[in-house]
């Protein structure tokens, strides 16, 4: 069975290192459900940026349509989301926080969402625990137990690669009801259950 993820990334540059950090977690999602294709994973990438006027028109007339119209269905639809935002103030963007707002209240409901975010410092590192998790919560959506904030300074670092792995493990094993498969460290890794990273 296929699996639908959802990579969203609301990166205001192009390059983006938003957009980066959605690749790379997307990717490591993918392997993490045995691969892209058949029995696998699909994936559909999702730039906002390109997209904002549209968010702009759909929050004026509360009517997405056209291309946008299409992302929010396949975000309805996905088995599991990757929602990645520049940090902006201590937050998230607010391109981001416009593109929720025009989803419909419950399509996020009960979702596997991972949490990613960029920054230029580290100081912001909590950005995710105290901005997204509660809109997270808020909307029901079940965010794996690690999010993954990427400040310049990480990027090349293999702390960085860990939380990448450790997320798309987290982010499988929801979406598939199986054991969470530990990233491969000195040549071995051991399955631990779900229900066990939940309590610790």
């Known amino acids: 069975m296929t699996?639908?993820?959802?990579?969203?990334?609301?990166?205001?540059?192009?390059?983006s290192s938003t957009r980066l950090l959605a690749d790379?977690?997307?990717?490591?999602?993918?392997?993490?459900?045995?691969?892209?294709?058949?029995?696998?994973?699909?994936?559909?990438?999702?730039?906002?940026?390109?997209h904002a006027h549209a968010?702009?028109?759909?929050?004026?007339?509360?009517?997405?349509?056209?291309a946008l119209r299409g992302v929010v269905d396949d975000v309805a639809a996905a088995d599991g989301l990757i929602l990645v935002t520049p940090t902006f103030t201590a937050s998230y963007s607010g391109l981001f926080k416009a593109f929720i707002d025009i989803l419909d209240p419950d399509a996020l409901q009960g979702k596997p969402v991972i949490l990613g975010a960029t920054g230029g410092t580290e100081r912001h590192s909590l950005m995710i625990d105290h901005a997204m998790r509660p809109?997270?919560?808020?909307?029901?959506a079940m965010p794996v137990?690690?999010?993954?904030?990427?400040?310049?300074?990480?990027?090349?670092?293999?702390?960085?690669?860990?939380?990448?792995?450790?997320?798309a493990a987290e982010l499988a094993?929801?979406?598939?009801?199986?054991?969470?498969?530990?990233?491969?460290?000195?040549?071995?890794a051991d399955p631990v259950p779900f229900e066990e990273l939940l309590n610790g």
Not at 174 to 188: A, N, S
Request: without cysteine; glycine residues 16%; hydrophobic residues 45%.
């Open 24 to 50: 790379r977690l997307a990717r490591e999602s993918a392997t993490a459900l045995g691969g892209l294709g058949s029995g696998g994973a699909e994936i559909r990438a999702v730039e906002l940026r390109g």
């Open 3 to 15: 699996r639908r993820i959802v990579a969203v990334s609301a990166g205001m540059s192009e390059p």
């Open 55 to 66: 968010i702009a028109d759909a929050i004026l007339t509360g009517f997405s349509s056209g």
């Open 145 to 167: 137990p690690t999010g993954v904030y990427a400040a310049s300074t990480d990027w090349g670092a293999a702390g960085l690669d860990e939380r990448i792995g450790r997320a």
């Open 173 to 188: 094993a929801m979406v598939t009801g199986g054991p969470v498969q530990q990233p491969v460290r000195d040549g071995f």
């Open 135 to 140: 809109l997270m919560a808020y909307l029901r």
